[in-house]
Nanobody, 113 residues
Framework: VQLQASGGGLVQAGGSLRLSCTAS????????MRWYRQAPGKQRELVAA???????DYLDSVKGRFTISRDNAKNTVYLQMNRLNAEDTAVYYC????????WGQGTLVTVSS
């Protein structure tokens, strides 16, 4: 099983990024997919989740700015991040959960103010 995250980078405050996480080795469509993030010196936190039926959930601080989506045909989950601010700076990890939990390697998002 492999989760390959990409799309991180350096962006100015107010800008946008789209993260992608492509899974292999799992039946992607049955998994709940989540994005977590971990900022320096802080605990990892759940940012967004999308269930296999498409139901979504978000961390309060990203509601209205971030959108999680999935393309089951491409085994990929996305996180569209708009109006980024310095507090969004973190390593972002994707996570796949059905019976087992699998983690991607993380992608760094740095927002300059």
């Amino acid at each position: 099983v492999q989760l390959q995250a990409s799309g991180g980078g350096l962006v100015q405050a107010g800008g946008s990024l789209r993260l992608s996480c492509t899974a292999s080795g799992i039946i992607f469509s049955i998994y709940t997919m989540r994005w977590y993030r971990q900022a320096p010196g802080k605990q990892r936190e759940l940012v967004a989740a999308i269930a296999r039926g498409g139901t979504t959930d978000y961390l309060d601080s990203v509601k209205g700015r971030f959108t999680i989506s999935r393309d089951n045909a491409k085994n990929t989950v996305y996180l569209q991040m708009n109006r980024l601010n310095a507090e969004d700076t973190a390593v972002y990890y994707c996570n796949a959960h059905y019976t087992y939990i699998y983690w991607g390697q993380g992608t760094l998002v740095t927002v300059s103010s």
